[in-house]
């Protein structure tokens, strides 16, 4: 899966929230700075093309609809990240975050705790 822009993730988490709906929608959702009305438009145009979002024409509109939920995305998106950088190693991508002091002993022992649970 293509992995989305800076742009298109904020647009994707805006219609995420919404569920469906129109570009207004999503620009109510957006936090500050909001891009202009025609940014956004073409942001979501092209997560259409990609596949992201679908769209029915309802007079001169169009309403938008995710094509994939967000945790589908994040689980193919990890996965990728994970095979790119990491050579498909989450024991070297926990380490990377270890060494970089961006993740505690505390944090570890509850995910190792989450792992033993399943």
């Known amino acids: 899966m293509e992995k989305l822009s800076q742009q298109e993730e904020e647009a994707m ?5 919404a ?8 620009l109510s959702r957006i936090n500050d ?9 073409s942001t979501i145009k092209n997560l259409e093309n990609k596949g992201f ?4 024409k ?8 995710p094509a994939i939920n967000e945790e589908e995305y994040k689980k193919r998106f990890m996965s990728g990240f994970v095979s790119d950088y990491f050579k498909n190693s989450y024991k070297d991508l926990v380490t990377f975050f270890a060494n970089e002091k961006k993740i505690s002993a505390v944090e570890l022992k509850e995910i190792i705790k989450l792992i033993e649970k399943s």
């Open 33 to 41: 700075p909001k891009p202009p009305y025609t940014t956004l438009a």
């Open 13 to 17: 988490q805006a219609v995420w929230q």
């Open 58 to 65: 309802l007079g001169n509109s169009y309403r938008y609809t």
């Open 53 to 56: 979002v679908t769209s029915e």
């Open 19 to 26: 569920g469906t709906g129109f570009i207004k929608d999503f």
